[in-house]
């Protein structure tokens, strides 16, 4: 999809949204420039950039003009190739390395170090054993000042592991990984069932407290 669709797809949505809801917190998707431009004029509050930076420059000059939080997700390839991109020596190394290295381009932009969100990209470009090992180890990729995203919800390596194939169905596989993620220091999740993963989530932050 081109920045014109979704510009296009997005825009109508964004301010509809905005006016009914001045006070919420709203992220865009995407990896082009001219998008995350026209979305955080329009009133968006994050970018979420699943290509980590890598898709176009415009996009972190955008968000260092800004000044907006930046979640840089890791990825490799694109929807037609990742799954052919799920060879790393060792997943959770080659995850961090590849996650500092997108720190570094945004840097270089103009970014803010305090502007950056790091999510290790749960079913880009990896196996349901590399999802897993990430989750077993998220502690190892924390970083100095550096929130730390996960997105698993209702994802395919869920269903694998679950034997469940409608993701709908996916919701207890989801909420695992969720109580998983916050003890081992998440500091964010993304879900689509929003009211029992807050649950899950602050139960996993009470009994992490204690």
Sequence with gaps: MGAETELRRLLPALHAIRAAQPQAILSIDTFWGAVAEAALAAGADWINDVSGGRRDPGLLQAVASHGCPLVLMHSRGDSRTMDQQCLYNDVVEDVRRELEQASQRALEAGVERGQLIWDPGLGFAKTT???????????????????????????????????????????????????????????LVRVHDVGPMVQVTRMAGALGKA
């Design 129 to 187: 054993e590399q999802n897993l090992e990430l989750l077993r180890r998220l502690n190892e990729l924390k970083a100095p000042g550096l929130p730390l995203l996960v997105g698993p919800s209702r994802k395919r390596f869920i269903g694998e592991v679950v034997g469940e194939l409608r993701p709908r169905a996916r919701l207890w596989g989801t909420a695992a990984v969720c109580a998983l993620a916050v003890a081992r220091g998440a500091d």
